[in-house]
T-cell receptor
Framework: GAVVSQHPSWVICKSGTSVKIECRSL??????MFWYRQFPKQSLMLMAT?????????EQGVEKDKFLINHASLTLSTLTVTSAHPEDSSFYIC????????????FGQGTRLTVV | QKEVEQNSGPLSVPEGAIASLNCTYS??????FFWYRQYSGKSPELIMS????GDKEDGRFTAQLNKASQYVSLLIRDSQPSDSATYLC?????????????FGSGTQLTVLP
């Protein structure tokens, strides 16, 4: 299957700081990337969908000013958690898809964020 | 009604048995269906895709699709403890003018040695 690389795998940051997570599709062009958050023992929660060159579409209840998403190229999307707080601690996962998200998606390895 | 529904489980089966995972979906015109496996603390990985009615086999895994009943299932034969994971059903669902991959909440499977 296609390879999606997500970095960093884990990060610990102080409350109030910002953290950037990168998601790269290594061997295909990802017209659409998805960002998810997953709390322990809970299901995936879609945060936002980004199409290359366009503004991200955020799910209801997700603060777009707090979770900044940039999808400037067909192989890279970034999620920046701004002014992080302990309640933002979670497992963040990106996935990438071709054809505007109308096919299967391939997931990055995930980023475990801990805010102290 | 959720767009993609799965029994959350947990489902426990003994080693060597057949594990049966079920999924229903709401969009009658959906054409693409996927099964993902997620180990604890890891991200999901794609294990099966199916597009036509009937069965599709890949090793110990068999995906079954019935579009008339809006039902897709995953069978795991000769279950192994290493199959213990959460299995996510995903369907391309129409939402307004868009079509997008939509996940169920997952079924947790435990294979007992």
């Amino acid at each position: 299957g296609a390879v999606v690389s997500q970095h960093p795998s884990w990060v610990i940051c102080k409350s109030g700081t910002s953290v950037k997570i990168e998601c790269r599709s290594l061997d295909f062009q990802a017209t659409t990337m998805f960002w998810y958050r997953q709390f322990p023992k809970q299901s995936l929660m879609l945060m936002a969908t980004s199409n290359e060159g366009s503004k991200a579409t955020y799910e209801q209840g997700v603060e777009k000013d707090k979770f900044l998403i940039n999808h400037a190229s067909l192989t890279l999307s970034t999620l920046t958690v701004t002014s992080a707080h302990p309640e933002d601690s979670s497992f963040y996962i990106c996935s990438a898809s071709t054809r505007g998200g109308r096919t299967e998606a391939f997931f990055g390895q995930g980023t475990r964020l801990t805010v102290v | 009604q959720k767009e993609v529904e799965q029994n959350s489980g947990p489902l426990s089966v003994p080693e060597g048995a057949i594990a049966s995972l079920n999924c229903t979906y709401s969009d009658r015109v959906s054409q693409s269906f996927f099964w993902y496996r997620q180990y604890s603390g890891k991200s999901p990985e794609l294990i099966m895709s199916i597009y036509s009615n009937g069965d599709k086999e890949d090793g110990r895994f068999t995906a079954q699709l019935n579009k008339a009943s809006q039902y897709v299932s995953l069978l795991i034969r000769d279950s192994q403890p290493s199959d213990s994971a959460t299995y996510l059903c995903a369907v391309i669902i129409s939402s307004g003018s868009a079509r997008q991959l939509t996940f169920g909440s997952g079924t947790q499977l435990t294979v007992l040695p």
